[in-house]
């Protein structure tokens, strides 16, 4: 019989985020297996704290937008809709932002000075995204 590893030795805490150390699919997900069942491990990781079962058309979608995540806080529940609208928020002409790049927009905003349109086109996203970040909608944790 081999022995189970618990789910918490698995986590690197040492950023932000609670990043999956264990295997992981194509995507950067990643994997564990549980009593022969195979689950992603920041479902896993939200169904543990929130002490419930996620129906299957529910996803767990990351505030952090990074696959390996597993910290409860950077996770929420929404529908493939909201998947595809949240990932289109945060991303154009395949341009990921990370939590660097957040902090940096909101140090260098100054009206008049750095506009949202300038740093939209440093950045390559859009002005309702520098928006969103400016006004705290998204990437709050950062």
Request: net charge positive; charged share 25%.
């Amino acid at each position: 019989m081999t022995k189970t590893v618990p789910f918490n030795a698995r986590l690197d805490k040492r950023t932000g985020c609670w990043k999956w150390t264990g295997s992981k699919n194509k995507s950067g997900y990643g994997k564990i297996t549980r009593q022969g069942i195979t689950h992603i491990a920041h479902r896993y990781a939200y169904e543990q704290a929130n002490h419930c079962v996620l129906r299957k058309d529910q996803h767990v979608l990351h505030t952090c937008d990074e696959p390996s995540c597993c910290r409860p806080d950077h996770l929420f529940i929404g529908t493939h809709a909201d998947n595809m609208k949240d990932m289109a928020m945060k991303l154009r002409n395949g341009r990921k932002l990370t939590p660097d790049d957040v902090r940096q927009i909101r140090s260098q905003y100054q009206p008049y000075v750095c506009t949202q349109k300038t740093l939209a086109e440093t950045y390559g996203v859009s002005i309702k995204l520098i928006q969103d970040i400016l006004n705290n909608k998204i990437w709050q944790y950062v």
